[in-house]
């Protein structure tokens, strides 16, 4: 059997230059290479196995999960590698560690709100990893609003130092990665009080366990918080609970980038604009949408490799039976998740140019952009990965009973995903946030000041209002301004009913609160909009390579159609299509996915995922798939001996109607 | 803290008796009387513990469910447990074994398959479990299409025997509960061959293990087929793998209610009708839709409680946070499936008279409603299951980040329920069958032929075609028979439209191949129309209690114009309603979360779940939940020492910069 690819047939159906389009996926050349280079590189070393994940116990599971941190760095360390090199390693090594909080969190936080002595200070330490920090902000009994934390940092002006206290039960940090075994250090957010008076949340950098022997130091309480979704997945992670008893920290361990306590306990604001922090905001998040479409595209290429090796009825003559890719109604599960993760790659790209646009502005002291650049980014951060949690567990559901098996690889990767979801903002909370900003930007359309950005549209209202679509015929809506203003209409239409909903309203707050499920709708068309229009702004570049470009095309196509069959409820109730144009719209689709079927697997090569990340039997390269199954059932646990463990005592005796005298 | 219930005020607040409201979702005060006995009998029995669950080793788990399992049997035995009471007692247990698919599959396949002599032999061992049976049907290659198994059994007309065997590797069977390590025979389905001659598939008993040592008979092997979903969970349940290599079984073996093989290997199609098997089909699907409302409303109870004790935001002068059940996003996605809970509950115990419909007049040789009665049930098979497993998942969200942990619970609940919308038929192929009958009634309207039962409806499509709904205010929605139309004429329209694109097609297989998505989509309007008109229908009787017919009146409501809030491209595509008045129908919506709002709580206890078997502490009866959380963390095996394993040999040196010399 080695070496045969039950792919091959599937290969040499496709249409267009795959290698081309592993670049454009990647972003570049230079990325690809990168990646390639590192995604082999831990494919190749034993030390970072991870088929057997799903059946260690928990404490072995972290244990190992501990030595693959160190060998990681270990070989960081010996090959020299880059900043961009170690984090595409620690993407290939793919388990969830306190490395990623360290690295993600803890020098991010120490960077965006330090003062120039306190990253001069902290951060050499942590880029050798002298010490471990993580990020302790969430309560037992408080997350989404930080406001509301409990734990205080009272100032002790008599021997200049805060006194890191938990108050309550429900002040005790819960939650934070990285801090419930390992980190030395956190970045804790607590209450500043000074004379008795609250100046709200800060943060602070407080040593958490000696750096001899790792124990927590007087007056800290820290353990894991216990066992979260899934077997293997998340539970790598040792996500922490930490309690104060009065634990005190020198005064210059609070971060004193935009706010001061001097050494009399007198509270400054810093000259620093506070908008400082959105900036690291916007780098998160588009680290967090570049990962949704990194899990969507994995779990698709999963279902997409099964699904030309699956078949199932429709065998003629006794010939074999049909692969189950060729099933319309598959086709429209699955095509549709392929089309959005090229989607979320490519916002995800523009959201990198984002990042340094909003940088250079904040740096020449210009925040106009800020605040539609934080919608935005909060809308495709809630977007992107609600999209990608639903499509992994649709992808599951595409490879029938065998994508319940851990040897999948979809069960883990559904686990290990979907706190994406809720970290970072909730999903639904966030929505809330652009509705809000939507609804300003609405209000503000008469007084002459123009919206920016993704929201420009807007200022066209008084054409989407009144526009009607053109589709006449199937293949008008292959084009992309036709598309592009039906979502366009769609978008404006429905913020414009919210807010004159809201207008109805006495108190605005309380009509925010009782059409806030509306108003989440009207945010999530806004988002779709903006993915949709950052696909078809990547079609306007030049883009080389035989048919790459019609692929994506075709994608574009599936993405927005499907998206507009799918809300077509939003389209018609607005009046911004016919009931004639979406029934064009859905033959339009069918149309789509019928061209996409000959290249489906080699837009899922295009990935460019080595066996090693997939680790799924079922989307593995070569598409060998039952044998792999079949050897692989033989190595759980409960296979090392024929007779289970528990016959005697326990299957035996019922058998033998023995059990009366049994003890259980 | 003993004994304070942080529930009260909710508790008080409730508009309905809430123990009437019990015996209504219990079916009947009997049922409930039996039900809550089981549930006291089990959470009071420190046997059948589960807290631990999520933290066993595969191999523990496994152990400790035959323990359980023998530790029931024993139980039903000395307490003589009727069969009613033995299955509430499994239920309450709460976790997936061997014994579901002896008593749930193994002896029904046997009573419907077999003949009068081989029940007096088989079931007598069956009931007293001296023999242990599951189902083997599915293969490693074959899953979906039954007719495609690849297991043959071939007669021996000289020894009088078929010999059973798996000629090929995707011919393994693969799947079956039960088989991997406990079962001592099966029901196999395999490819019957006499003379050379293929018969297509049917059931034999064949015997797997020896009575004596547990060990596989010659030419049989067996196995685990490993890790499934989630921690806990399924991996329960020893799902096997086998093979068989010439077994030799007598001819009286084989299942012949329908179709024997005589002693001289003559096939004969006994005057027993074929159409026998689908009365089994529609018991075993009842019970999971009955299962589908279980888990839902389980889930449901966590999610509601937990978010009447979770508060973020709108702290006034520094009073309490809101509590997040208040807020309208999370009602118009909790109440939604509160409500789906009880639809799902009605439309079950419906289904439980439908089948003694069924079975009535299968004994009277009356076949003309059994197409329907078959369609019906695995259009709702497929509604319910897809609805609970998406249903569970979202109030695992609605719970932030708390949601994540095992101890909420919904983890394990989300990873053993989703397999069931791919056993007992996939749900999207279940759906194909439920359009093919759609698309078969439609063509027979002209002819005169009356639809029957959940299709009567299509009897009076010239009017739906053309019915207009009559809403003008927001409060006519309110109205049963506006609601029934409406879904009638969505659904109506939706068939109809299909059945005219597919009389475009020459060949009416590949146009059905073609509009299958489309199809499906019919197949699902049908499908809400039942749970909706099921419900209305069970508003018509008579219902004691005070108060308790008003909180229904309000989740039917809340479940239908959710469902069309959800729908509404259907309803405005096919004309069937208005803009406006989709947008009247949003507003009654609104109204009727708020009247839901100081029932919540009530609701939910009215299902009569004991803190064991809901296992979450986000969901406990008394709301006690942060020192719950707390105290369970502690339990975490990573928290038994302070420093973890594998400081010494990964944390330090990394720390100490010493990684170079490291053995990692
Ligand atoms: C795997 C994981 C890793 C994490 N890592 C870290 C970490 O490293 N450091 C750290 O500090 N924290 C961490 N967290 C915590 C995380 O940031 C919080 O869980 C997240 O912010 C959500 O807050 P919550 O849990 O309080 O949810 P809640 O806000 O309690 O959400 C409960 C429900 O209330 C709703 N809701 C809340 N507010 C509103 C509102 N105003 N309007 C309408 N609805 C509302 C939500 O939509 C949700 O449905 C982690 C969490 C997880 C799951
Ligand atoms: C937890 C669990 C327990 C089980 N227990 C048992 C048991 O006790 N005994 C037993 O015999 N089996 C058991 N099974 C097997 C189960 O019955 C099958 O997995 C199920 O029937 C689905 O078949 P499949 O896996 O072949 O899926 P497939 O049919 O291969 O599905 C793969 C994909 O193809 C699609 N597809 C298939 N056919 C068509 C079509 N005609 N048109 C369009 N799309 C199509 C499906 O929709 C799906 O998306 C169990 C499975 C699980 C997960
Ligand atoms: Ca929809």
Redesign the interface.
Known sequence: MEGIDYHDGERSKAEFDVEEMKIVWAGSREVLEVSDRMGRLVASDE?FRKDNR??L???DL??NT??K???A??RI??LRLSEQEASWLRFYIDEPAFTDLHWGMFVPAIKGQGTDEQQQKWLPLAY?????GCYAQ?E??????VQ?LETTATFDSQSDEFVIHSPT??S?K??PGGL???S?HAVVYARLITDGQDHGVHGFIVQLRS?E????LPGIT??????????GG??SM?NG?LRFDHVRIPRDQMLMRVFQVTREGKCVQSNVPRQLVYGTMVFVRQTIVSDASSALSRAVCIATRYSAVR???G?QNGGP?TQVID???????LFPLLASAYAFRFVGQWLKWLYTDVTQRLQANDFSTLPEAHACTAGLKSLTTSATADGI?EC??LC??H?????SGL?EL??VY??A???EG???VLL?QVARFLMKTVSQLGSGKQPVGTTAYMGRVADLMQCCCAVQKAEDWLNPSVILEAFEARSARMSVACAQNLSKFANSEEGF??????L?EAAVAHCQLIVVSKFIEKLEEAIPGKGVKRQLEILCNIYALYLLHN???D?????CIT?KQ??LA?EQL?SLYAQARPNAIALVDAFNYTDHYLSSILGCYDGNV??K??D?????????S??????Q???????K?Q??N?R?
């Open positions: 030390a799903t059946m116990s928990r404490k972290f244990k501990l030595r941190a160190a060998h760095w270990k360390i010996e050798k990893m002298q010490i471990i969430t037992l009994g408080h997350g989404s609003n509301g039960l429900t005790s819960w939650w419930g075994k390992v030395t750096l022997d790792h124990l927590p820290i353990g894991d918080i216990g066992m979260k979704f899934g077997n998340y539970n040792d609970v078949r199932q009825f065998s039976e099933y319309k109604t598959q086709q429209s599960r567990e599951r559901k029938g009973g994508g319940y098996l851990c040897s069960p559904f686990a979907v706190p979801c809720t970290y909730d999903n639904i809330l609160a009782e059409l806030s499920a509306d989440v809300y077509v409820g389209f018609l109730s607005t009046g009931p979406a029934s859905n069918r039952y044998p199954l079949y692989a059932a033989w190595k759980d646990p409960v296979n090392e024929v007779v289970p463990d528990g016959y005592q326990y299957i035996r005796p019922m058998l109607q059990l009366r049994a259980l």
